[in-house]
């Protein structure tokens, strides 16, 4: 039978990120390990923070404490009874991901397959991962490119939005990036509902027509009533994020906007990751994979699925000073898939 165990990790960035909700310069990560028949599962619980539905260390290190006795009697082929159970006693969604993560890293081990072949899917990936550029001057947003031009090719650019200093700050920021922006690389824009109605409407034909291929969470939770209205009047395909945290705001809200941005962390692991995407298909929806502070250990298990994915968003364990896992690989604009047993990231 499995017995869980964890332990916590202070995660520092090497450039602090700052959105539309404030600014960080680190989180916590608690990795998570399930053990039977010899065989070691690793998973990550991280903190995140969305409105209404942030969960930090406190609240992780709580859920796993209760974990623990409920993973007994159960074995970590029952992948699908202990999510049931999990769920059943409300366990958040970060402890439940890494529990998850953890059951199919297990699983990749005790059969010798990566989980992208168990899971039957291709090693590469739809797409390259986009880097992030926070909210920042114009002059810091290109040192932060520059940094990251610095790993190698670029293919992909996500910049925040939603500046406390209004659109017009926006604007310039993404001037900015442009001006110096590998040419082969798209740009998407993240406002983590920084926008109103009006401002959403406005940037969308300003982005537009310097070539920016979407807009994420324009407006805040709040105004998830309004996304009808700005579709109606949108010039770029919509994304949601924070409003998008299972299956059920999928079929809340499909019928407003053009994509979903699925996070293993506030979804509750890969399990419910690939329910969310075949209900995005079903709906005619893009797909993107997403991050928060993550270490390589969250995205390598978020990345087995990116063949199934239309956009990738998993570039935190990149900006990490000291990331405590290793072996998910940046090359030419793309992450790698190991073939490797389970996710194919250990401990450094």
């Not at 499995?2 to 700052?18: C, D, E, G, N, P």
């Not at 940037?203 to 994420?216: I, K, P, Q």
């Not at 979903?260 to 079903?282: D, F, H, Y």
């Not at 502070?293 to 969250?298: D, H, K, Q, R």
């Amino acid at each position: 039978m499995a017995t869980l165990r964890f332990r916590t990790f202070q995660l520092s960035k090497k450039v602090a990120l700052a959105i539309s909700r404030g600014s960080s310069s680190g989180s916590s990560s608690t990795i998570v390990e399930v053990e039977a028949d010899g065989i070691v599962g690793i998973g990550e619980a991280a903190e995140f923070e969305i409105p209404e539905h942030g969960e930090n260390e406190k609240r992780i290190l709580q859920d796993l404490e209760r974990c623990v006795p409920l993973l007994v009697g159960h074995h970590p082929t029952q992948r699908h009874q202990i999510e049931s159970t999990l769920i059943a006693s409300q366990i958040g969604s970060s402890a439940r991901a890494a529990v998850d993560m953890a059951l199919y890293d297990w699983a990749g081990k005790a059969t010798h397959l990566p989980v992208w072949k168990l899971l039957g899917l291709e090693p590469k990936p739809r797409g390259p991962i986009s880097v992030t550029i926070g909210i920042n001057s114009p002059v810091g947003a290109q040192e932060r490119l520059r940094k990251w031009l610095e790993l190698g090719t670029i293919l992909a650019i996500k910049i925040k939005m939603g500046s406390p200093d209004g659109v017009e700050a926006d604007k310039t920021v993404l001037e900015a990036i442009r001006d110096i922006a590998p040419k082969d690389a798209y740009l998407g824009v993240d406002a983590n509902g920084g926008w109103s109605l009006s401002q959403a409407i406005e940037m969308s034909t300003w982005l537009a027509s310097r070539n920016v291929v979407h807009m994420e969470q324009p407006m805040s939770v709040a105004d998830d009533h309004l996304l009808n209205q700005l579709q109606e009047q949108s010039e770029l395909p919509i994304f949601i994020d924070e409003s998008c945290r299972s299956c059920a705001d999928i079929v809340r809200l499909g019928h407003a906007v053009n994509g979903v941005n699925i996070k293993i962390t506030k979804c509750g692991g890969l399990s419910e990751a690939l329910r969310m995407i075949a209900t995005a298909n079903a709906f005619g929806l893009k797909t993107m994979v997403g991050c928060y502070g993550n270490t390589a250990l969250g995205n390598g298990a978020a990345h087995q699925i990116a063949s199934l994915i239309d956009y990738i968003d998993l570039d935190s364990h990149l900006n990490l000073s000291n990331n405590p896992t290793v072996g998910l690989k940046f090359e030419n604009g793309y992450l790698v898939n190991q073939d490797l047993p389970g996710i194919g990231v250990r401990y450094a």
